[in-house]
């Protein structure tokens, strides 16, 4: 059984470092093929993916934020990370952690979110 | 990749045949998804590749397209579809539409 989960600090003040992490089961980041996204929601609006993660260790970033954006994994913990720096109001959201099982496509499966506030 | 949903806001009664649409800026190669998401809940893979139906996900629902342009349709429709329904390409990166809220008549 696959499941996702994300976990984070909550809220965190304008300007600091956002770090995320994603602990999954029921796959391995080191299987061919697999991936692991991150995706965010403000509240009450649509969804935007913001980085990627793959088993070969490749790496995408959304190119709007690439400069703001850091994922990692743990494979031998199977956890994937992201970190986001200089975080303003803008950045509050549900944070959603997604797997591909065939590279860079559809995410099959979802975490249930996090949501992280920005606020002074 | 710009993905542009229409109508934004759908009202429907049970048993209506419902039509969604999603436009690409450019081709995108039939790299499209369709994401089912309820109030509250994370959004859930209904179609890949513009007409694969998910593993699990009623015959109800069926996708179409090719291009820039492609359709997700409910064929008959239920209360428990009220939700909303986002695509997404693939082709290059990920991009999501804005959504489409469906709701009851």
């Known amino acids: 059984q696959v499941t996702l989960k994300e976990s984070g600090p909550g809220i965190l003040q304008p300007s600091q470092t956002l770090s995320l992490t994603c602990s999954f089961s029921g796959f391995s980041l080191s299987t061919s093929g697999i991936c692991v996204s991150w995706i965010r929601q403000p509240s009450g609006k649509g969804l935007e993916w913001l980085a990627t993660?793959?088993?070969?260790?490749?790496?995408g970033y959304n190119p709007s934020l690439k400069n703001r954006l850091t994922i990692s994994k743990d494979t031998s913990n199977n956890q994937a990370f992201l970190k986001i720096t200089s975080v303003d109001t803008a950045d509050t959201a549900i944070y959603y952690c997604?797997?591909?099982?065939?590279?860079?496509?559809?995410?099959?499966?979802w975490g249930q979110g996090v949501m992280v506030t920005v606020s002074s | 990749i710009q993905m542009t949903q229409s109508p934004s806001l759908l009202s429907a009664s049970v048993g209506d045949r419902v039509t969604l649409s999603c436009k690409a800026g450019?081709?995108?190669?039939?790299?499209l998804a369709w994401y089912q998401q309820k109030l509250g809940e994370a959004p859930k893979l209904l179609i890949y590749n513009a007409n694969s139906l998910q593993t699990g996900i009623p015959s109800r629902f069926s996708g179409s397209g090719s291009g820039t342009d492609y359709t997700l349709t409910i064929s008959s429709l239920q209360p428990e579809d009220v939700a909303t329904y986002f695509c997404?390409?693939?082709?290059?990166?990920?991009?999501f539409g804005a959504g489409t809220k469906l709701e009851l008549k």
């Open positions: 997604a797997r591909s099982d065939y590279g860079y496509t559809v995410f099959d499966y």
């Open positions: 993660i793959c088993w070969e260790d490749s790496k």
């Open positions: 997404q390409q693939y082709n290059s990166w990920y991009t």
């Open positions: 450019q081709n995108i190669n039939n790299y």
